[in-house]
């Protein structure tokens, strides 16, 4: 069993930056594809971007392409979400998910581990 605990939202203004943090529990973290997740208010959960297991592939939904970095740090059981340029349209709590194949977080949206969500806010 694998939990996951997000952390780094908050509120910002437009044009600000904040770094999420993912911290998976136990031994499996580095086996896993890690996604990040984000769902608006009224709106169904959407995929932001997914990196590989080993760091090699990323991927990103074209609206946060070249604004938002993601990483991953295996030996710190950690991924990581870089937010630059923010803007009030990526309000949300952002999710971050853990599945055998990005492939899996890109096409589905399933993940094999989900953590509680963390809220990012960003004011006009």
């Known amino acids: 069993q694998v939990q996951l605990v997000e952390s780094g939202g908050g509120l910002v203004q437009t044009g600000d930056s904040l770094r999420l943090s993912c911290a998976a529990s136990?031994?499996?973290?580095?086996?896993?594809?890690m996604g990040w997740f984000r769902q608006a208010p009224g709106k169904e959960r959407e995929f932001v971007s997914a990196?590989?297991?080993?760091?090699?592939?990323?991927y990103y939904t074209n609206p946060v392409k070249g604004r938002f970095t993601i990483s991953r740090d295996n030996a710190k059981n950690t991924g990581y979400l870089q937010m630059n340029s923010l803007k009030p349209e990526d309000t949300a709590v952002y999710y971050c998910a853990l599945a055998r194949t990005t492939m899996t977080l890109r096409s589905s949206g399933l993940g094999d581990y989900w953590g509680q969500g963390t809220q990012v806010t960003v004011s006009s």
């Open positions: 136990g031994r499996a973290f580095s086996g896993y594809a």
């Open positions: 990196i590989s297991n080993t760091g090699v592939g990323t």
